[in-house]
């Protein structure tokens, strides 16, 4: 720190306690965890308005394993790595941001129950510690992979993720469905555009519960399953091999990549499939929700609950954006979104409670549901109605 910033803090302090202010002084205004695009977002949108945000990222992003990133207008068909390398030189212009490629090991709330005097202590992995007035999580969600060998390491070259990631690519080519028997409909409707040359191997799942659990949503799914004339192979995947490695034999002036894959099983003949979807579980990435004690989604436990007004957890000052949060899709175009919007709200929150201490309205609870307003006033609330809508529709 040099002499300048050094008496800056110091008169900041004095005068902090001269005007009797009951705001914590702190390194950063905000501190973000997670460096893909809703933890960026929200960085960006920090900068923006010159708030003093620092980012943490370890770099284990979701789609790290992907050869392209769809459906992101403006950046379709971009590398991953390079869009979030444009990010980062493009969010660097404002100065008052700053990133370190670290992963955090604890957060703790102080002062817990003074409001608007709480803060946060942030401890990386080295030990270094840092103070902040707000934390926003981005950190994800990691997903979890059958031990068959051959399919995590396709994972995102020819085996995917969703219709929208990597569909469009393989489209009218021999097709798999990967995973258990209750999630196979959900992936034929969504998928029937692209490929009509179906088969589902579920792996042994074929099972009483599974099927009960098909029929509540689709209480017709064996017939619509002979419509659509997807089979069903219930044999013990031993291995997949990849036989073609679609980013070598690929179209690049039709987008098409032409992958292959042998799966084995333990009885009977091999099969061949260009591309298979899977329908795997999934956890979140980061430990630092449940350190905090943040409450989950009740029929969802995987993603942590937020209010969709301003990416609001259960405990007061910490957001969540991105694939960890509830608050009901999962894809970079929705991480932007909410990390945008924890962004404004966040921003205008921090200021809130600077000007309640500013007239020195000491005993004035503050209301985060008035911030939350003002936010909503700022980026619309729209979303709101319709999230409400598709939960009951659920
Ligand atoms: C194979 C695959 C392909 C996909 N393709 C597409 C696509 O084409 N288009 C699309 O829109 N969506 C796609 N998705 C979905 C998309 O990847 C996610 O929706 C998106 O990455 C979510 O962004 P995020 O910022 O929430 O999380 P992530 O991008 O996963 O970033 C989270 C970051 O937080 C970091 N982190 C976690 N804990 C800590 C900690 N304690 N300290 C520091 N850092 C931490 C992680 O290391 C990671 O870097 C795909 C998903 C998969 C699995
Ligand atoms: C599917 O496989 C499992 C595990 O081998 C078995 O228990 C189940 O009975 C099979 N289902 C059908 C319909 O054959
Ligand atoms: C799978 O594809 C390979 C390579 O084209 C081919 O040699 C093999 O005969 C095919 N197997 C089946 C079962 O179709
Ligand atoms: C969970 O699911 C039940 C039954 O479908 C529904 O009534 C309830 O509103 C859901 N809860 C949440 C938090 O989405």
């Not at 959900?186 to 555009?193: D, H, T």
């Not at 987008?255 to 956890?283: M, Q």
Request: one cysteine or more; charged letters at 30%; glycine letters at 8%.
């Amino acid at each position: 720190m040099g002499v300048r910033s050094l008496v800056l803090v110091v008169f900041t302090f004095i005068a902090a306690v001269l005007a009797g202010s009951s705001l914590p002084k702190v390194d950063y205004d905000v501190i973000v965890v997670g460096g893909g695009p809703a933890g960026l977002s929200t960085l960006s949108g920090l900068g923006r308005v010159r708030r003093k945000a620092l980012l943490f990222d370890d770099g284990h992003y979701r789609n790290g394993v992907t050869r392209h990133m769809h459906d992101v207008i403006g950046n379709d068909g971009a590398v991953p790595d390079e869009y979030r390398a444009l990010a980062r030189k493009q969010i660097s212009r404002y100065t008052t941001t700053s990133i370190k490629n670290v992963r955090v090991a604890t957060i703790k709330k102080e002062n817990k129950d003074a409001k608007p005097g709480a803060y946060f202590v942030v401890m990386d992995v080295k030990g270094q510690k840092y103070t902040a007035r707000k934390i926003v999580l981005g950190t994800g969600l990691q997903d979890i992979f059958p031990k068959t060998p051959g399919i995590m390491e396709a994972f995102g070259k020819g085996i995917y993720w969703c219709p929208w990631c990597d569909g469009w690519e393989h489209r009218d080519q021999p097709f798999g469905i990967l995973g258990r028997l209750r999630d196979v409909m959900g992936s034929v409707v969504e998928i029937w555009s692209l490929n009509r040359d179906i088969i589902a191997f579920v792996d042994g799942t074929d099972v009483e519960s599974d099927r009960k659990k098909i029929a509540e949503r689709y209480p017709n799914w064996q017939k619509q399953l002979e419509k659509y004339n997807v089979k069903i192979d219930n044999r013990t995947i031993k291995s997949v091999e990849r036989l073609q490695d679609g980013s070598k034999v690929y179209d690049p002036k039709e987008w098409r990549e032409y992958d292959l894959f042998r799966l084995n099983f333990e009885t009977g003949p091999s099969v061949n499939r260009s591309a298979l979807i899977t329908n795997y579980p999934y956890k979140q990435r980061s430990t630092l929700p449940d350190q905090l004690g943040l409450e989950r989604d009740a029929n969802d436990t995987n993603k942590i609950k937020v209010n969709i007004n301003g990416m609001r957890t259960s405990l007061d000052g910490v957001f969540c954006v991105g694939d960890a949060n509830n608050d009901g899709s999962t894809n970079v175009p929705h991480a932007m979104f909410s990390g945008k919007r924890a962004a404004v709200y966040v921003h205008v929150e921090i200021e809130r409670e600077n000007s309640l201490d500013s007239i020195q309205k000491r005993g004035t609870k503050f209301s985060s549901r008035s911030a939350e307003k003002k936010a909503i006033r700022i980026i619309g609330n729209d979303l709101e109605e319709a999230w409400a809508k598709a939960q009951k529709a659920k």
